[in-house]
């Protein structure tokens, strides 16, 4: 059983939009000999070159499509610099944020971790160290 190419979706689109779904259903299943054609039809709603207009019942192709994620052959081998599109700083401010949340955890982590064998007492002004715990969990101790 053949499969319906993504090369045939725009031509189907075309179907569905101009004469109905099941036209278009039908035309699957005359084309392409498969037995539930509405999986096809749901398939192009769902991928990323169309989008669906409820309202209307249309299949309308994405402005999404055209901007292509990956670059060509042509694009890497020009030497011209493509222009990057400017960040808002509010996305900026937002990474930020997350960035800064990430290494207040990664902090908290090695803190942790440290106090299993470090303990300061600040009434006696000492620091104990668990030299044996360090040196069996595969620690090595250097004095500077």
Known sequence: MPNVRKEDYEK?????????????????????????????????????????DKENKKIIKSSKAEESIFMGL????????????????????KNNDILESLYRELMQEKLLELTKYITLNRYTGTIDINKQALITDGYQINFN
């Open 12 to 52: 189907i689109v075309n179907i569905f939009n101009e004469s109905g779904d099941k036209t278009a259903m039908e035309y699957i299943q005359e084309n392409y000999g498969i037995k539930f054609p509405r999986g096809v039809i749901a398939r192009i709603k769902q991928s990323p070159e169309f989008s669906y």
């Open 74 to 93: 042509d694009e890497l081998c020009s030497k011209e610099v493509p222009s990057m599109d400017l960040v808002s700083p509010v996305l900026l401010t």
